[in-house]
């Protein structure tokens, strides 16, 4: 518990849940649509990135940046048919996406590696990797902390895994910083107007549909980046990484910082991340009635648990006000 | 039906509307005009089709068949955003009050013209954004002082009472500086002395800004004094149309409605 390269790693986790969250934020805390299928954002993101890297040895920036454009058109995509019928419409479109994204990975084994992941992008027993740039460039980036903070009580701390929570928080923050300015302007007013009722918005001349496509788009990009970064902390990945299980934990850290609330959902994150990883140690009797594997489930459980209380007793979040749960 | 050198005499044309719903045919051949700067009444007994005809012609509804004109230009079939900028704007019956965004919110919302509302208007012109939403707070504290909304500007619009809200959407529609406003019942939950607030809103807007008015409206009192027409509808179509004092003494109106008058006394 006392290990700080553990922490240090659930600051990555929580920094990455953080950004896709805030993809979803956009999405359901601004506009108000359900996006039961956030998930299938970030597969396109970390597949489209990791094939282009592979089989086109493409640069990874460039590799990213069409996979949040390929991410972006997913979501119009999506939006096109459904975004003009009811909310639940959506949010039932939304499941069967996100899923098909993932079966689709599962069983296209040319394209994506299939069920083993994107250790076999380039076919089996060819093991590849996508991210040798990735690496080299958080080397670079480790390298400038070391001389910035070695001298300091941080530079012991120095690793991989600080590098990257360091770059992917200065993501975060970005990401806030440009939210906040979109949702505070006549733009966000739109969004949730949008959210509040849609016929009175399009009553007042705003083109609901449109707006209520960025915000998909948006989101998927936001989402497609947190896939990126998801990508390369980890090296591999395969389709099991992208259950329908993200998109609520997403939901867990929206609904606990609170809906519409950019710099809650850091906090949500962290709070989650910190819940999730820790679990690891209830390593106390009764608990270790449960064998380690049993007791990996508990969090899941707990997850659940923390919702519904949530729901019950403070439904506006950490950050959230009551009364706004309250107005009809 | 109708020639071109008279449609400068109307600002809404609506000619033989019609608009099914499974078995009920809630318009039947609708057909009526306004004239600009006029403040019109629609009466009519509940289930005449006032409100169906309110959505076909802001566009919440396609018409079945029939033609609908605004300014000179065809609208039917048009969807409501796009109509409401071609200055045509509506409230509702049910008031829409944006509950969680304050007063002020719900009232800056309306107004045209924001760069601002475009992705790229945020990002690469934020003077210009700036600049215009100064003018539309300065605006929209108007048209709240108009209604004596100021003091509640920054409360939640969802704390507003039902009277309140009426107000609020009033100012709303002026906000979007149209052409011509169609209130659905807007003094229905609205005690008299706010109500009588409101008509002057209206006939100032009226005077001031030459708006034209269509209104649904049940208070025949309101509808006696405040309207210079009233077009009267019955099962989905108009039955009479003239001056109040006519359409008062009309047969066909005084039928509709002791009609619907006999039945519910049974």
């Known amino acids: ?328 | 039906m109708s020639d071109a050198s008279h449609s400068d005499a109307r600002i809404l044309e609506v000619r033989d509307v019609k608009k099914r719903f499974g078995g009920l045919q809630a318009l039947s051949g609708a057909t009526l005009d306004v004239v600009p700067g006029s403040i019109t009444a629609l009466i009519g007994p509940n289930g005449a089709g006032k409100t169906t005809l309110f959505h076909v012609i802001t566009g919440f509804y396609k018409p079945d068949e029939g033609e609908i004109a605004f300014l000179g230009d065809s609208i039917a079939g048009n969807p409501p955003h796009r109509i409401a900028r071609k200055g045509l704007v509506r409230t509702f019956q049910l008031t829409k009050a944006l509950t969680r965004m304050s007063v002020l919110e719900n009232v800056m919302l309306a107004a045209p013209a924001q760069p601002g509302e475009q992705l790229a208007g945020v990002l690469f012109r934020p003077l210009a954004t700036r600049k215009r939403e100064q003018e539309v707070e300065e605006r929209a504290m108007e048209l709240l002082r108009l209604v004596r909304l100021d003091r509640l500007a920054d409360e939640y619009a969802g704390t507003l009472s039902g009277g309140q809200r009426k107000l609020l959407e009033f100012a709303r529609a002026l906000m979007v500086e149209p052409r011509m406003i169609m209130l659905d019942e807007p003094m229905a939950g609205v005690n008299p002395s706010l109500g009588l607030q409101l008509l002057d809103h209206m006939r100032l807007a009226q005077e001031e800004r030459g708006v034209t008015f269509l209104l649904i409206e049940h208070d025949m009192e309101v509808v006696m004094t405040v309207s210079e027409r009233v077009i009267v509808m019955n099962e989905g179509h108009v039955i009479a149309d003239g001056p109040p004092e006519i359409v008062r003494n009309d047969q066909r109106v005084i039928d509709a409605y002791l009609g619907t008058h006999r039945e519910e006394a049974v």
């Open chain 1, 1 to 328: 518990m006392t290990d700080p390269g553990f922490w240090i790693f659930v600051g990555v986790v929580a920094g990455i849940f953080a950004i896709f969250a805030l993809g979803l934020q956009i999405q359901l805390g601004f506009t108000g649509l359900l996006n039961f299928g956030h998930v299938a954002f970030m597969a396109i993101g970390a597949y489209t990135m990791a094939i282009l890297v592979v089989r086109t040895e493409m640069s990874i920036w460039l590799a990213g940046l069409i996979a949040i454009v390929v991410s972006m058109a997913f979501g119009l995509l999506i939006g096109l048919p459904t975004l003009r019928l009811r909310d639940d419409y959506l949010a039932i479109t939304t499941i069967a996406f996100g899923e098909m994204v993932r079966y689709f990975a599962l069983n296209l084994q040319g394209l994506t590696g299939g069920p083993q992941g994107t250790i076999n992008l380039a076919g089996s027993g060819r093991a590849v990797s996508y991210n040798g740039e990735w690496v080299q460039f958080q080397r670079r980036v480790q390298g400038w902390l070391e001389s910035l903070l070695g001298d300091t009580f941080l530079g012991e701390y120095i690793n991989p895994n600080f590098t990257m929570m360091v770059i992917v928080w200065i993501v975060v923050i970005a990401l806030i910083l440009f939210l906040q300015r979109t949702v505070n302007s006549p733009y966000g007013r739109v969004l949730r107007s949008i959210r509040e009722d849609e016929d009175a918005a399009s009553a007042l001349g705003k083109n609901v549909f449109s707006y209520k496509l960025q915000a998909l788009a948006i989101g998927a990009a936001i989402g497609a980046l947190a896939g990126l970064f998801y990508a390369w902390q980890f090296s591999f990945f395969s389709p099991i990484d992208f259950l329908p299980l993200q998109t609520f934990f997403a939901y867990v850290i929206v609904l606990l910082g609170g809906l519409a609330r950019n710099w809650a959902v850091p906090v949500g994150a962290i709070i989650f991340a910190v819940i999730f990883a820790g679990t690891r140690f209830l390593n106390f009797w009764p608990l270790t009635e449960f064998d380690s594997g049993e007791r990996a489930y508990l969090r899941l459980i707990i997850v659940g648990l923390i919702l519904i209380l949530l729901m019950a007793f403070r439904p506006q979040g950490i950050f959230g006000r009551r009364q706004e749960m309250a107005l009809e």
